[in-house]
């Protein structure tokens, strides 16, 4: 299958003027790393963007004891794109960047394509896998709305659960939002997103809504309603599927979805199952975008324990970087990086998590050399 760009991410009307600002944040473990491998990537591209590289997360809290400084924030507010590389959430705050990016500035649409590639064997799914998770990215378990069940139970003494029960007085709670505003506006994205694979003859156009409205009945049940309503007036073919069902389908027939649309823990669950179908999570790109800005990051995490190494995998955030200057515009530049990232792989020059004995380096310079 020729993996091309729009593929992944719908055309969207934001061309910047002039030379396009990107913000590179690195973060923790192997971050800074694939970061800067994707931007000689971009810069072999012949792709003009100024670049800033703000201090933020651990070294921020190292020297400013804030992981996230107002003039980085700045920074960012006067970004185009941001170029993200990977946190260690087992440090403190330093997970601050990631924050403000998804809660403050809400760059709640979370695109997470998983496409076969030829070169690369996938323990599931055979080869024709082409699907994108859409994963709201705003709200659900994840703004951190947790707390002491003694506080909510004094301040809230009158509240049953679903069964008429009181709530236990000794514990921890984590609220789980659902507004239909970003209800709303994430199924709107995951609908002109397989609108346009169908136009585009890339896949059907159908939506898959993975929920779990059979347990979350008032939450979820709010999530399926919504979706179903826009859906249905879009004309596009959809099914509804537990969460449960939907991650085991994965395993078994990958190649069976198109567009995923679901809420914020299923889709950063799912998308850790799904990344296997295209040789695991250091191929696996993405892009959150919101209605004024947009961040790229692979979905894998920081590896501390192969920082320095040389080990990492810079691929999917090259890919990321691909999907970047789909957004910025410069899909012809996109198309290229994607083509020499696989065309590298399928001449054997590969990290040792695809069985290869490349190093970030070596890699990143047999990308170059290709797009030189
Ligand atoms: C992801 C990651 C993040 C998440 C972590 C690093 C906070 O797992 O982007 O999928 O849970 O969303
Ligand atoms: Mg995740």
């Not at 403190?92 to 990016?101: E, I, M, S």
């Given at each position: 299958?020729?993996?091309?760009p ?5 055309p ?6 002039g030379?396009?600002?990107i913000v590179a944040?690195?973060?923790d473990?192997i ?5 800067e491998?994707t931007?000689?990537c ?9 670049i ?9 809290v ?5 992981p ?5 924030k ?13 946190i260690?959430t087992?440090i403190g705050?330093?997970?601050a960047?990631?924050l403000?990016?998804?809660?403050d500035l809400?760059?709640y ?6 496409t076969?590639?030829d070169?690369i064997?996938s ?13 709201e990215?705003?709200?659900g378990l994840?703004?951190g709305?947790e707390?002491?069940?003694a506080?909510?139970t004094?301040k809230w003494?009158e ?14 709670f984590s ?5 239909p505003?970003?209800?709303e506006r ?8 397989a609108k346009?694979?169908k ?5 059907r156009?159908h939506i898959?809504l ?9 939450g ?6 919504i979706?179903?309503?826009h859906i249905?007036?879009?004309g596009?073919s959809?099914d509804?599927?537990?969460?449960d069902?939907?991650?085991?389908r ?7 979805y198109?567009v995923i ?10 998308s850790?199952?799904a990344?296997?179908?295209?040789g695991?999570?250091p191929m ?5 975008i919101g ?5 790229f ?8 324990d192969?920082v320095g ?12 970087g ?6 910025l515009g410069?899909?012809?530049?996109a198309?290229r990086l994607?083509?020499a990232?696989?065309?590298?792989i399928r001449?054997?020059?590969k990290?040792?998590?695809l ?18």
């Amino acid at each position: 299958m020729k993996l091309s760009p729009d593929m992944w991410i719908p055309p969207i009307e934001r061309k910047p003027e002039g030379v396009p600002k990107i913000v590179a944040l690195g973060g923790d473990g192997i971050g800074p790393e694939v970061v800067e491998a994707t931007l000689r990537c971009i810069e072999a591209l012949g792709v003009k963007l100024e670049i800033s590289r703000p201090i933020h997360g651990t070294d921020a809290v190292k020297e400013l004891g804030n992981p996230l400084p107002d003039e980085t924030k700045r920074t960012i507010d006067a970004a185009d794109a941001v170029l993200f590389g990977a946190i260690d959430t087992s440090i403190g705050n330093a997970k601050a960047a990631l924050l403000y990016l998804r809660f403050d500035l809400a760059m709640y649409a979370n695109l997470r394509p998983v496409t076969s590639v030829d070169c690369i064997p996938s323990i599931i799914g055979g080869d024709n896998t082409n699907l994108v998770i859409v994963r709201e990215l705003t709200e659900g378990l994840y703004p951190g709305r947790e707390g002491q069940l003694a506080d909510l139970t004094s301040k809230w003494p009158e509240y049953r659960d679903g069964r008429g029960n009181e709530l236990p007085k000794d514990g921890a709670f984590s609220l789980r939002v659902m507004t239909p505003e970003a209800i709303e506006r994430i199924v709107k994205f995951g609908i002109r997103l397989a609108k346009h694979r169908k136009d585009k003859g890339y896949s059907r156009g159908h939506i898959s809504l993975v929920h779990k409205a059979n347990m979350l009945q008032i939450g979820d049940g709010l999530f399926v309603e919504i979706c179903r309503k826009h859906i249905e007036a879009s004309g596009l073919s959809y099914d509804e599927i537990y969460v449960d069902e939907a991650a085991r389908r994965l395993v078994a027939e990958p190649q069976n979805y198109d567009v995923i649309v679901t809420s914020n823990l299923f889709g950063d669950v799912l998308s850790d199952v799904a990344s296997e179908a295209m040789g695991g999570m250091p191929m696996v790109p993405s892009a959150a975008i919101g209605d004024t800005g947009a961040y790229f990051e692979s979905c894998h995490g920081s590896a501390p324990d192969i920082v320095g190494t040389g080990k990492a995998n810079p691929a999917a955030t090259i890919l990321s970087g691909s999907m970047m200057l789909s957004y910025l515009g410069e899909t012809e530049a996109a198309s290229r990086l994607i083509d020499a990232t696989l065309g590298t792989i399928r001449s054997g020059i590969k990290t040792g998590d695809l069985g290869g004995s490349a190093t970030t380096d070596s890699f990143t310079d047999a990308v170059c050399e290709r797009l030189g």
